[in-house]
């Protein structure tokens, strides 16, 4: 049984090797007055809790702990096992640039091929779909394949975890050769690895570009980690990590009459603890930066080109040609995509849309829950 002591200021218990304080105990009761018991949510405001709250006392049976708080004389059980998975006295973090160990960054050499699944068996929303949801989630990008030729059919994909983020581009948008374009994405040119829409706040987080026809040489998919990328431009340059991630960029787009969007936000995006969060990286949008001080200009700049260098490496990246009825689906927050040159006779038409990856998250846990309660 693990043992529990009240420090001699009721403000925190230490139980095992972890610590609580009061407060956090408190706000995390779970009894129906602090939590509603239908919805989970909580029921009581910050300024609810007495500002001379202290623990009184406290003790551990089998798989609960049992709390009294003073002044409101009130007994509340935590389970055990929530504790642990909640503790929040630990050591430290890993410094700048850390990311869950639910990520998995790979390169092109490391990973080999982007993971891959049938739509069919994606469709039976079963142990197929779960685990499709977490490669996306894992590895940032995942196949589908033996799709249906038909416009319109990555909503399909989209209707597997969530919901289509529509933009100023509609719900979706369509990637071919144009007399014309608006965008340099509906030119046979070849397209540096980038990240979708930087000039968005927020930026879309999910991608899903689905293959309709493809019958001429050249224009190849590609894939890169872009965690892998800026974790390797930390490696080889501390620095250069660092300027990317202290200062803003400017992201814009004003291609499309009627439209003028801007974003500030770095190439680099960490959390206050240094979890790495979001990386953009677009050349075509990138606008005149202006937030970096003028010492550390040359500096951002070359940070900025060690970057693309690392990007444009065939190391890197994995590369496979879509097939019509097959797509993929990136995590836009992390893993850029890009394409090679096209010329000549043939056609290539890709549609694509916009989603989110907190719906898919949401989707992929449910999923995990529902299967762990399946009779085996
Ligand atoms: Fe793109």
Known sequence: MTDVSVDASGTFLTLGSRRFHAIWLRDNAA?????????????IAPGAIPSDLRIASAA???TTLMVNFAPEMRAIAFDLSWLERNAYD??????RGWTE????????????????????DLEMRGAALRDWLGCVRNYGVARVINGPVAPGALFRIVNLFGHVRETNYGRHFDVRTQVN??????????????TDNPYRDPVP??????????????GDSMVIDGFAAVRRLQEENPDHFDVLADHCARFAFDGEEGVSLAARRPLIELAPD?????????????????????????????????????????????????????????????????????TGAGNRWLQGCYADMDGLRSTHEALMQATSREPV
Not at 101 to 117: K, N
């Open 60 to 62: 551990v049976s089998d």
């Open 274 to 342: 240094g979890e790495l969060r979001c990386v953009r990286f677009n050349n075509r949008s990138l606008a005149a930066v202006r937030d970096v001080p003028f010492e550390r200009m040359a500096m951002w700049y070359a940070a900025y080109r060690h970057l693309g260098d690392i990007v444009d490496d065939p190391l890197m990246a994995i590369s496979f040609r879509l097939e019509p009825g097959e797509c993929f689906v990136v995590d836009n927050t992390r893993v850029l995509h890009g394409r090679t040159a096209w």
């Open 181 to 194: 374009p608006v965008n340099l994405a509906n030119t046979g040119r070849a397209l540096q690895a980038h």
């Open 90 to 95: 630990q050591s430290g973090v890993d410094g």
């Open 205 to 218: 987080t999910v991608q899903v570009l689905y293959c309709l026809e493809s019958s001429l040489t050249g």
């Open 101 to 120: 160990p639910t990520i998995t960054t790979w390169t092109g050499s490391r990973l080999g091929e982007v993971p891959v699944a049938n739509l069919g």
């Open 31 to 43: 009894d129906p007055e602090t939590r509603d018991p239908g919805n989970g949510q909580r029921l």
